[in-house]
Antibody, heavy 117, light 106 residues
């Protein structure tokens, strides 16, 4: 079981880019996990954002209309989410997760992001 | 995309009673189904995967069943710590999708 910790700005302006970092501890980002993001808008359910392997293969949710970019820094044991052209609809708690065979095994504590001017 | 539909939206149960939570997928997903528990202010926690395999540390009062498109999470003899939101998730296809959640409350 790995530990995950999200970090990043809690406030992003509309049309800007949401950028989050997830720091992995207790395990190597070069392991067999995929490294992903799940978000939860206020008072609602869970939405898968996307995930990336340590080698850089990525999948993201088509509902986000190609605004998602993810990357991995093996030297820092971190992975990253960039979500471009944000609107109020992107306001949510963002969780970083480990994905093993499709299930989400480990979760960070979540970081709230508000999109507002 | 595969739509996951959970029912009921909420369930009122007394401690010590059992609860049955339903999850249906809009397409065949085989056994590629997981369940998560989320308490207020906390991240979700993996409870079950592969329909019926409990994640490490999950008590035996939780059990999962079903296949194909219809699935059930059963909690026998609810404890106070079991009152929470429960989500199902399919991982048979992209994008990964969750149900809307079931609130289990007293």
């Amino acid at each position: 079981q790995v530990q995950l910790e999200e970090s990043g700005p809690g406030l992003v302006k509309p049309a800007g880019t949401l950028s989050l970092i997830c720091t992995v501890s207790g395990g190597s980002i070069s392991s067999s996990y995929w490294w992903g993001w799940v978000r939860q808008p206020p008072g609602t359910g869970l939405e898968w954002v996307g995930q990336i392997s340590h080698s850089g293969t990525a999948n993201d949710n088509p509902s986000l209309k190609s605004r998602v970019m993810m990357s991995v820094d093996k030297s820092m044991n971190q992975f990253f989410l960039n979500l471009a052209s944000v609107t109020a609809a992107d306001t949510a708690v963002y969780y970083c997760v480990t994905s093993l065979y499709g299930r989400f095994e480990d979760w960070g504590q979540g970081t709230p992001v508000i999109v507002s001017s | 995309e595969i739509v996951m539909t959970q029912s009921p939206d909420s369930l009122s149960v007394s401690p010590g009673e059992g609860a049955t939570l339903s999850c249906k997928s809009s397409q065949y997903i085989g056994s590629n189904l997981a369940w998560y528990q989320q308490k207020p202010g906390q991240a979700p926690r993996l409870l079950m995967y592969g329909v019926s395999t409990r994640a490490p540390g999950v008590p035996g009062r939780f059990s999962g069943s079903g296949s194909g498109t219809e699935f059930t999470l059963t909690i026998s003899s609810l404890q106070s710590e079991d009152f929470a939101l429960y989500y199902c998730q399919q991982y048979n296809d992209w994008p990964r999708t969750f149900g809307q959640g079931i609130k289990v409350e007293i």
